[in-house]
């Protein structure tokens, strides 16, 4: 059947995000008294769905999520919050062996933070989603894949939409301790990596363009066909193939970077969804990761189309 609307598919995990405010992060062994907690919607995969679907309203864009969730209390939460962002949730499926993903979250009073998260029934996730979902992945115009699942089955995935002529995202996310799968390399249209990930993956720190340039040529030797290297304050170093560029940053105040690089994704997921050049996609990505670090949790940081637009306006590339 023919796909009339644009699909942006995530495929991977959904965590409850257990969140607390300190002015300092605990050392180990230590206590401190902390300011708040939260107990919001979060993991990679539902954060790049929920953000996608958040700038997606009214675009005539779809956005769905592909994995699994536990049945109990956090899984029914976590539908309800994806619900409200308007993504479709067809392809998720329910495990009854296994808990929903949690991650637990401190975050300090200069907004960096440390996450544990306890996989549950996301690394319970196999090829059995991957033909539960062939539908979805064979009708997707982008797919986004982050690390929180196990490898075989982002490559199986990775593989079934890309032969169905998907653009293929992947965010190297967490940094992956032994590297990417051979064979996942070459199923890989755009890899997303931030500064701790480009060095997990290549021995070499971006601490500036030229270190970027040079990380990125190592990724694209190993078969990806186009990266993006998140350099935080420092912008974003693109490299398509053919031709690079570095993207610099958005002037903004953070206050929580938490899925950061999530918004950044899920903003270039929707940019090449709209057949935006590259430049331009990554210029959108960049402003909806930066304002992510404006507003405090994961997917609840996502911003709306019109925030982007107006950032974009505020501050165009010289
Ligand atoms: O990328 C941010 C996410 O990482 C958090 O929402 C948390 O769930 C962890 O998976």
Known sequence: MPNAKPLILSFGSINIDVTARAARLPRPGETVHGESYAVMLGGKGSNQAAAAG?????????VALAGRIGQDSFGAQARRELERFGVDLTPLREDAAQATGIALIGIDGSGENCITVVGGANMAVDETDVDAASDW??????LLLQLEVPQQAVLAAARKARAAGAVVVLDPAPAPEHGLLDALWHEIDILTPNESETFQLTGLRPDTVEDAAKAAEVLLARGVKAVLVKMGSRGVFWHDGTQSGHSAPFRIEPVDTVAAGDCFNAGLAFALAQGKPFPEAVRIASACGALATTRHGAADAAPEWEAVAALMAAQPEA
Do not use: F, K, P
């Open 54 to 62: 958040r700038l997606a309203a009214g675009s005539g864009i779809q």
């Open 137 to 142: 992945l064979e009708r997707a115009t982008v």
